[in-house]
């Protein structure tokens, strides 16, 4: 009885010991490669994950590719990554894969994108996304001075991709602000493309986005009619139309119109700097993908999770951890984003 005890024990800790060292491989599924955003949580999270023992496959999906996401997320199936980590191209396209998954046992992290119409997904970190529109909203109404009634002043659309879950939410959240001024006046979009459909720009591209500026300057404020806001739901968004102003003629300092952004992409910030673009929203990823991981932690030690919301994902409430967005604009950008060691200076240099 003894000897059995003991050999118990023994077989115990060598399974503590082997299952301790076993280092768990973890599916890292990113977009793209072509905008900078995902470049960052792509790395942030395989440097962090590695640093705490785990194993990492990284994939990019093309260029937004769905299919490629797919088979990238198939193939870490097959090799053996007991989590995956996705931030969704098109949020309604991984449901067959993610049913696989979660029969084999494996745990799915939305990461920064949900998964929508699925049961097949854990947990959700993101940034506040709703919150990231009002504080672009906010500045518009702040910097025109709309509550004291002044205006009218002439505004435009640039919103996201419509796979994109959370294009609609950045939309909402700057129309909550500003909806009240387009409807008695105060705000008047000249081209009358003011619903999310009418100002998406599918992949977030900023070549598409441009375009549609080009389009509407030449259409709608080509006889010199002021535009005042260009009101832009990221900074690949904010480019485009930076751009298309730069080329038809607008001048910082003179009449070019108040463009919002998000993201802080380097691009972006250089245009904060020269008066092309008026501020951006800084989602520091190093705090996402420190989030991300230690939501994988806690679910594969069996802990609670940490997590401050829930988000809908049409079939049950993902439990969510929010990190805060923060504004971002020629005034603070030093101390955002050069003090705090996510760029240094030479990185920003014109
Ligand atoms: C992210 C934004 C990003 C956009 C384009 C969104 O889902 O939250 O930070 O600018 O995708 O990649």
Redesign the pocket.
């Known amino acids: 009885m003894k000897k059995l005890l003991s050999l118990l024990l023994v077989s115990v800790l060598l399974l503590g010991t082997t299952s301790a060292f076993a280092a768990q491989k973890v599916g890292v599924s990113m977009?793209?490669k072509s905008?900078q955003?995902?470049n960052e949580d792509g790395e942030y999270l395989k440097a962090q994950f590695e640093a705490g023992g785990y194993e990492v496959e990284l994939q990019y999906a093309g260029d937004n590719d769905v299919p490629t996401q797919v088979a990238q997320l198939e193939t870490m199936l097959l090799n053996g990554c007991t989590v995956l980590v996705i931030?969704a191209i098109e949020s309604t396209a991984l449901g067959n894969v993610l049913a696989q998954a979660k029969e084999a046992g494996v745990k799915v992290i939305c990461h920064?994108?949900i998964i929508m119409d699925t049961p097949a997904v854990d947990y959700y970190a993101?940034?506040d996304?709703f919150q990231?529109g009002e504080i672009q909203g906010q500045y518009v109404v702040d910097t025109l001075g709309l509550a004291e009634g002044k205006g009218p002043f002439n505004i435009e659309f640039h919103a996201?991709?419509p796979g994109?879950?959370?294009?609609t939410y950045?939309f909402n959240g700057a129309m909550s602000k500003v909806k009240q001024y387009l409807d008695n006046g105060q705000l008047v979009c000249v081209s009358g493309q003011t619903t999310f459909d009418q100002v998406a720009t599918p992949s977030?591209k900023t070549e598409t986005a441009q375009a549609r500026m080009d389009d509407i300057i030449a259409s709608f404020y080509a006889d010199g009619k002021p535009l005042d806001v260009v009101l832009c739901?990221?900074?690949?968004t904010a480019q485009g139309a930076t751009n298309a102003l730069v080329a038809a003629g607008f001048k910082p300092g003179e009449n070019f119109p108040i463009v919002t952004g998000?993201?802080c992409d380097i691009a972006s910030v250089k245009n904060i700097l020269k008066g092309t673009q008026s501020m951006s929203?800084f989602?520091d990823t190093r705090i996402l993908a420190a989030r991300t991981v230690e939501i994988v932690n806690s679910v594969l030690a069996g802990k609670e999770v940490e997590v401050n919301a829930v988000v809908n994902n049409n079939v049950f409430d993902v439990p969510t951890f929010y990190c805060t967005p923060l504004f971002a604009d020629i005034n603070n950008y030093q101390q955002l984003l050069i003090e705090s060691g996510y760029y240094t200076a030479e990185q920003l240099a014109n």
């Open positions: 977009p793209t905008l955003r995902w931030t920064d994108r993101t940034f996304n990231v996201g991709d994109d879950n959370n294009a950045f977030w739901s990221n900074d690949s998000q993201d929203i989602k």
